[in-house]
């Protein structure tokens, strides 16, 4: 069964500290991973996906298959990237999303 | 440019009283829509996706029924609420074989409470 688990709630870090936020799946065949992220009162939006390989506002996620983790890194932590984050994913070439559990991440000043 | 709406941004209700939670999409045709409930602790969680008017799929055993009436309307009903419909419901489209481009757009949630 396709399963996403984000293990911490809540993560709290002072500004400048190094931040990851831990994702694992189950799924058995080749899957699609993206982090999703809620400012607060905004709308839940795509922060990033495995397949793009690429850095928005600083973070990285790295897909390790055989760890079957995807976990979101970001080295110095900005007070705005307080928010809401999902880690998520889906079958290939599917638009169905697996959510986890989410975790709030806490930057402090 | 594509928007998606969502209403009441939030409402309350009694436990027996019937809901209707309507989304409705602008500037895409033939779009895939979901509904998705953030109960406390337990994060986003699908209730239903529909590739087209009338299809409707169930993604979990619930008091909770979806009917999508036109092609860009998705709708959220219960005839009678039980507590635990309580939660942040949120309605989502996408569009088929979009490759590199944002998997789903979420709107802007609908709480609520049934009390």
């Known amino acids: 069964a396709q399963r996403v688990t984000q293990p911490e709630k809540l993560l709290s870090v002072f500004k400048g500290a190094p931040v990851e936020l831990k994702c694992n799946y189950s799924?058995?065949?080749?899957?699609?991973l993206f982090w999703y992220v809620q400012y607060s009162r905004q709308r839940l939006q795509l922060l990033l996906r495995h397949i793009s390989r690429e850095s928005i506002k600083g973070f990285t996620a790295d897909l390790n298959k055989g760890e079957t983790s995807f976990h979101l890194k970001k080295p110095f932590a900005q007070e705005e990237d307080s928010a809401m984050y999902y880690c998520a994913l889906s079958r290939w070439n599917t638009d169905k999303l697996i959510f986890g559990t989410g975790t709030r991440l806490q930057v402090f000043p | 440019s594509q928007t998606i709406h969502q209403w009441p941004a939030t409402l309350v209700q009694p436990v027996g009283s019937p809901l209707s939670l309507e989304c409705t999409v602008e500037?895409?045709?033939?779009?895939?829509l979901y509904w998705y409930r953030q109960a406390a602790g337990r994060g986003l969680q699908l209730l239903f996706y529909s590739v087209g008017i009338g299809q409707i799929s169930s993604e979990v055993p619930q008091n909770l029924s979806a009917s999508r009436p036109q092609d860009r309307q998705f709708i959220l009903s219960s005839k009678k609420l039980l507590l635990s419909d309580s939660g942040f419901y949120l309605c989502?489209?996408?569009?088929?074989?979009?490759?590199?481009?944002?998997?789903?757009?979420f709107g802007s949630g609908t709480q609520l409470s049934v009390l």
């Open positions: 989502a489209w996408s569009v088929r074989g979009r490759g590199e481009d944002e998997k789903l757009f």
């Open positions: 799924y058995s065949g080749s899957p699609e």
């Open positions: 500037g895409t045709s033939n779009p895939n």
